[in-house]
């Protein structure tokens, strides 16, 4: 059973931080490019990762560069496209799922097909992953679901199907936000570490079930349509900010 309302954990010397960014760090937005981070978030994440020796990483449906962008001028270990894109440090190489981006072509004449029949669809293309957004046309779910379940028939094997809010994404089926977790766990600064997963929606599900089969603790941020594993919760992504900016201005143990 979930433990509602529990206490955040102020004591990080010992943990390795896994933080989604949409709906967790950042209010989401109508459109992915529409996000505001919000002004003195990247430092205090920076000086959080400063006092958990670098133990602190975005892990996100966006891509890696997507991502720097929002936190520039920092750059952070971070996990990409559900776990496609692994950066194991803050400075580090991209490390990327072999992938034949050539691969979703026919999936991206499809569902940019789709997307012109529904006003204020956005197909957004990843690359090596494709997220159909519909919050601007939420009658669409019908025609969505139908055809990006045709588009994995046809790719086949090694490709799966994402949902999140508003939002179906088609990527590489092997990778996920738990198994971004579990690599980025195996290695320094993260080993030996306690894992704190912090999200809010059906994509942080693998996150949650990683961190508590390791002893480690899950929190979902606002209230979900589904039942989830996370074993704690707060109400909000001003929550989280809220949290974030305490561990920020506190004195190292």
């Known amino acids: 059973m979930n433990k509602i309302n ?3 954990p102020t004591e990080l010397n010992s943990s390795a931080l896994f933080l989604d960014i949409d709906g967790t760090l950042i209010d989401i937005a109508e459109t992915p490019s529409e996000v505001i981070v919000p002004p003195g978030l990247p430092d205090q994440l920076a000086a959080i990762s400063l006092r958990m020796g670098g ?17 520039d001028p920092y750059r952070f270990p971070a996990a990409g496209l559900h776990g496609t894109e692994i950066r194991h440090e803050r400075n580090g190489e991209i490390d990327r799922s072999a992938v034949d981006k050539n691969a979703l072509d026919g999936a991206r004449r499809e ?53 999140g809010k508003m939002v179906v994404e088609i990527h590489p089926g092997a990778s996920s936000k738990g198994t971004a977790i579990a690599r980025l766990m195996a290695v320094a600064p993260f080993k030996g570490r306690r894992p704190i997963a912090v999200g809010d929606d059906l994509t942080d599900e693998k996150m949650f079930e990683f961190v508590n089969m390791t002893a480690g603790r899950s929190i979902r941020v606002g209230t ?30």
Do not use: C
């Not at 909000?236 to 305490?246: G, H, K, L, T, V």
């Open 6 to 8: 529990e206490p955040l």
């Open 55 to 71: 133990a602190l990483a975005l892990v996100s449906g966006r891509s890696i560069r997507s991502i720097d962008e929002l936190f």
């Open 111 to 163: 569902l940019g097909g789709l997307a012109r029949k529904w006003p204020g669809m956005i197909v957004e293309d990843k690359g090596i992953a494709i997220a159909v957004h519909y919050r601007q046309a939420p009658e669409a779910r019908p025609d969505v679901d139908h055809l990006v379940e045709t588009v994995l028939t046809q790719l086949g094997q090694g490709w799966a199907r994402q949902d």
């Open 224 to 253: 979900l349509a589904h039942a989830s594993v996370a074993r704690s919760s707060v109400d909000s992504a001003n929550s989280i900010r809220r949290w974030i900016s305490q561990l920020a201005q506190s004195r190292p143990d």
